[in-house]
């Protein structure tokens, strides 16, 4: 059934465990999500950007998502806004019927500039009022990921806008928020690192420290694709051009998870998948137009890391 986003992170967090959140733009995608959630009886966070809907217009993806929770009734599935920038894009989404909504206030509505505390601390304020209202979960931000806007990963120029403990403290006491995203050196994209990361790659001890200030509060980790070397390889092997990349070691977000990390957004890895799995049909059967011959071995790709997360993550069992 359709919940909020609270009802699953509570869960999660009496079981210890994190919850993927998987961007989507279309049906595929929704429909590899369901599948690999039923395989391993996992509960689902489904996100929609901005772009995603623009992209689909939204309703498609809303009716999309009443579909799903219809015919997998056994699956617990959040409907859920990622990176709503303004008060307005929330209110949207809430009224469309998501049953969460991201407000990112981390920069100014330019998506640029840093914003100022006092500014996001309003613009939640009001999105929490406005969800709360409706039984609507509502994520904030504190802090600003590395690289967000050109996606050219932290390397260093991420770090200065790590979230203070204080501040994030301070943040949640005025806000009265669910859940929590913070900037610990993760980035968007598939450019996270440019070399293979020797130890930790995340700022954990902040974590650590953020979530001994505010137990009860869940935390949410963005920019946590792997980019696993083999997805890029089958990507390059069938004429892609990726330069050589790293993501997030999985052993590193479980780190997390067990500090509190109760959503773990994904969004690269699938679009690695699914793009590998059609390059490959493309490439292997040039004769082969028919949409469905290519859409198919992508959405199973995706399924594949999908099922993998989840077990990873260990929200697996817990449908
Ligand atoms: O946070 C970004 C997500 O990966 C969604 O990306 O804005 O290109 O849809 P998008
Ligand atoms: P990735 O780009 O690492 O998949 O992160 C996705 C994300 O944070 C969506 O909000
Ligand atoms: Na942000
Ligand atoms: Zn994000």
Redesign the pocket.
Known sequence: PLCSMRQVLDEAAKGNYGVGAF?V?NMEQIQAIMEAARETQSPVIIQA????RS?SQDKFLYHLMLAAAELYPEIPLVMHL??GNSVETCKSAIDLGFTSVMMDGSLMPDGKTPSTFEYNVKATRAVVELAHDKGVTVEGEIGVLGGIEDGHGAGGTGLEHITDPEQAVEFVEKTGLDALAIAIGTS??AYKFNKKPDGSVLKMQRLIEIHKRLPNTHLVM?GSSSVPKDLQDVINQYGGQLKPTWGVPVEEIQLGIRNGVRKV?V??DNRLAITGAIRKVFIETPEKFDPRDYLKPAREAMKKVVAQRMKEFGQAGHA
């Open positions: 961007n733009n950007s901005r772009g995603a992209y990622d990176h968007h994209g963005h957004n969004d690269t």
